[in-house]
Nanobody, 117 residues
């Protein structure tokens, strides 16, 4: 059974940094494309960053140069390093896993990131 578990959220002031982690169990990680999404109340979930199983990355324009997505296949873990956080980055951040040879998609439960002044 596949489980996706995020951690690392918290509260920081503008300009601060946080690193989110996403551990995936169920032996799918090495072939899965991983992504981070975020959602605020009343809005749809939006893509923040993604990394393919081959290591190719893509980012939303609003995080370019500030966030870095990475993965460690030995630990079945994806990361989102968030620097120079802004108040508008406040959201629940979700990890998403899409195995290469399966139509299934898996979501974590979300982790809250709050940037306050």
């Amino acid at each position: 059974q596949v489980q996706v578990v995020e951690s690392g959220g918290g509260s920081v002031q503008p300009g601060g940094s946080l690193t989110l982690s996403c551990v995936v169990s169920g032996r799918i990680f090495s072939t899965a494309a991983m992504a981070w999404y975020r959602q605020t109340p009343g809005n749809e979930r939006e893509l923040v960053a993604g990394v393919t199983n081959g290591g190719r990355t893509n980012y939303a324009n609003f995080v370019q140069g500030r966030f870095t997505i990475s993965r460690d296949n030995a630990k079945d873990t994806a990361y989102l390093q968030m620097n120079n956080l802004k108040i508008e980055d406040t959201a629940v951040y979700y990890c998403h896993a899409k195995p290469k040879y399966s139509p299934n998609r898996y979501w974590g439960q979300g982790t809250q990131v709050t940037v306050y002044s």
